[in-house]
């Protein structure tokens, strides 16, 4: 079955430094996302893309953050300055065209990127 | 404003139980409901999909959402071990553009004791 893969799985870096994490999306699929999630709290959504630009983003989602297709078949969000507050599980997920009723829009989650800025 | 409650637990049920876990939503542009599991420091695995009110049944999993009363539930027959595992509900709207993040409530804990 196919799925949404992540690299790293795990992402030790110093506050300052700039990181970028990795998906490979389910290959026919056409949206993509990233989302996080800090230990304990609740997963929450960052930003959307589709037809290589940005379609949503969230509050959490500010300059500091960017997201790239820089191929077929690669998905990455680069966090420029890290900070330590942005220690959390990265999860990557994809899904194909929506239509209304239809459940061919359900969003599939990667194992996630556990990024730990020290 | 966008926001999904779930109750944390844990839930400790034992074997063979029926479970019911539940969320309750603010926002009456949600649409699309989901459930998903998530074990310990691994992603969210979709398990059920439901759009509008009523029932949708999977195997020993039956989601109901109530769109009057901004209900979402999830029902586990014949609970297992294996069944152990936060459930994290989701929403979403419709914009039209399909790219709508999902809201997800913070997830219960359930326990399924041998």
């Known amino acids: 079955e196919p799925e949404v893969t992540q690299t790293p799985s795990h992402q030790v870096t110093q506050m300052g430094q700039e990181v970028i994490l990795r998906c490979v999306p389910i290959?026919?699929?056409?949206?993509f996302y990233w989302y996080r999630q800090i230990l304990g709290q609740k997963v929450e959504f960052l930003v959307s893309?589709?037809?290589?630009?940005?379609?949503?983003k969230s509050e959490i989602f500010d300059d500091q953050f960017s997201v790239e297709r820089p191929d077929g078949s690669n998905f990455t969000l680069k966090i420029r300055s890290t900070k330590l507050e942005d220690s959390a599980m990265y999860f990557c997920?994809?899904?194909?065209?929506?239509?209304?009723?239809?459940?061919?829009?359900?969003?599939?989650f990667g194992p996630g990127t556990r990024l730990t800025v020290l | 404003q966008k926001e999904v409650e779930q109750d944390p637990g844990p839930l400790s049920v034992p074997e063979g139980a029926i479970v019911s876990l539940n969320c309750t939503y603010s926002?009456?542009?949600?649409?699309?409901f989901m459930w998903y599991r998530q074990y310990s420091r691994k992603g969210p695995e979709l398990l059920m999909y439901?759009?509008?009110?009523g029932n949708k049944e999977d195997g020993r999993f039956t989601a109901q959402v109530d769109k009057s009363s901004k209900y979402i539930s999830l029902f586990i027959r014949d609970s297992q071990p294996s069944d152990s595992a936060t459930y994290l509900c989701a929403t979403r709207g419709y914009s039209g553009g399909g790219a709508d993040g999902l809201t997800f409530g913070k997830g219960t804990h359930l326990i399924i004791q041998p």
């Open positions: 997920a994809s899904s194909d065209i929506p239509m209304a009723s239809r459940s061919t829009d359900t969003q599939y």
């Open positions: 893309f589709y037809n290589n630009e940005i379609s949503e």
């Open positions: 439901t759009y509008s009110s």
């Open positions: 290959s026919n699929h056409l949206y």
């Open positions: 926002n009456s542009a949600f649409q699309y």
